[in-house]
């Protein structure tokens, strides 16, 4: 009795809750990658969804295709699908007892057992749930990669970096350095004058002359 007991509270576990639910806000980015990327891990379903899944295209997913590769075929698709539509057809301020004998009746018309209509939901909200779940696993998979090349890619920037910085340190030590011994020079081209050195730079084939300022 126990384990039909944990099993019911996993079916009301796939339920949507949609009141008083955390948002987070879709613009922010960083907020949904720590949201999924500490999220733990989905536990599997006892269900496996065959074939590649539908990608999401402009917010929407093709849930057929999911129904399918959960094996849920056309006819238990088609039961579930009367039942939404007997529950939309129905008035929003009527008593659930009521709507509840309205569709139970119309079921009864169309000659589908409850039990077949509750079987088709439940194979669909499984469906739905290991879509999810495979969703999670597949984006935490890409989160877990994704932050490792992150970490490898701060770590490359601060080697970079570190680089450069001594690539710099060099230079203005071998600026600082030829600098000196520059002033030791000139010391010599001083003593014979500016107009000597000019007439030597001019006559050598060895010199370069200095380019014009």
Do not use: C
């Amino acid at each position: 009795m126990s384990e039909k007991k944990g099993w019911g509270r996993t079916v009301l576990g796939w339920f949507v809750v949609q009141d008083g639910q955390p948002k987070t806000n879709p613009d922010d980015v960083d907020a949904l990658i720590n949201k999924y990327a500490n999220a733990p891990a989905p536990a599997p379903m006892p269900i496996e969804l065959k074939g590649p899944l539908p990608e999401v295209q402009g917010g929407t997913v093709d849930f057929t295709a999911v129904f399918e590769a959960a094996g849920v075929d056309a006819e238990e698709r088609d039961r579930a699908a009367k039942a939404q539509e007997l529950l939309r057809s129905l008035p929003a301020d009527t008593p659930a007892p009521v709507k509840k004998q309205i569709v139970e009746a119309s079921l009864k018309a169309f000659g589908v057992p409850t039990q077949k209509i509750i079987e088709a939901a439940v194979q669909e909200m499984q469906a739905l749930e290991a879509f999810i779940r495979s969703g999670q696993t597949d984006t935490q998979k890409i989160l877990g990669d994704g932050n490792q090349r992150i970490t490898e890619l701060e770590s490359e920037i601060v080697r970079v970096k570190q680089v450069m910085e001594q690539a710099v340190a060099q230079q203005e030590a071998r600026t600082r350095a030829a600098n000196g011994e520059k002033l030791n020079i000139q010391q010599v081209l001083e003593f014979f004058g500016q107009e000597a050195v000019a007439r030597v730079v001019e006559e050598s084939p060895k010199l370069h002359k200095p380019p014009p300022e």
